[in-house]
């Protein structure tokens, strides 16, 4: 199993910006998928999921009404749209999956929101 996270960068506080999240070795289309977020000094917070076919969503309550999460079958990935970013958004972004009995995660990708 292998998870690629992109997307991420420096954007300023109002930005919007799309985070990828590529995946292989497992059956994506039937897999449901997560985004979490680790800043500096806390520790990693779920951000959001996808069902496995995309029907169904839910955010944690920071993120709400700001950002998206969906999905292309076709191109195995999962992604976050985020918008009107505040600086406490900043955070490296991971995407994750329970495949098995286990946990999987990309490398994540970094966000930082800044004038």
């Known amino acids: 199993v292998q998870l690629v996270e992109s997307g991420g960068g420096l954007v300023q506080p109002g930005g919007s910006l799309r985070l990828s999240c590529t995946g292989s070795?497992?059956?994506?289309?039937?897999?449901?998928m997560r985004w979490y977020r680790q800043a500096p000094g806390k520790e990693r917070e779920w951000v959001g999921f996808?069902?496995?076919?995309?029907?169904?969503?839910n955010y944690a309550a920071p993120v709400k009404g700001r950002f998206t999460i969906s999905r292309d079958a076709v191109k195995n990935t999962v992604y976050l749209q985020m918008s009107s970013l505040k600086p406490e958004d900043t955070a490296v972004y991971y995407c994750?999956?329970?495949?098995?009995?286990?946990?999987?995660w990309g490398q994540g990708t970094q966000v930082t929101v800044s004038p």
């Open positions: 994750n999956v329970y495949y098995r009995d286990r946990d999987y």
């Open positions: 996808i069902n496995n076919y995309g029907g169904s969503t």
């Open positions: 070795g497992f059956t994506f289309y039937s897999s449901g």
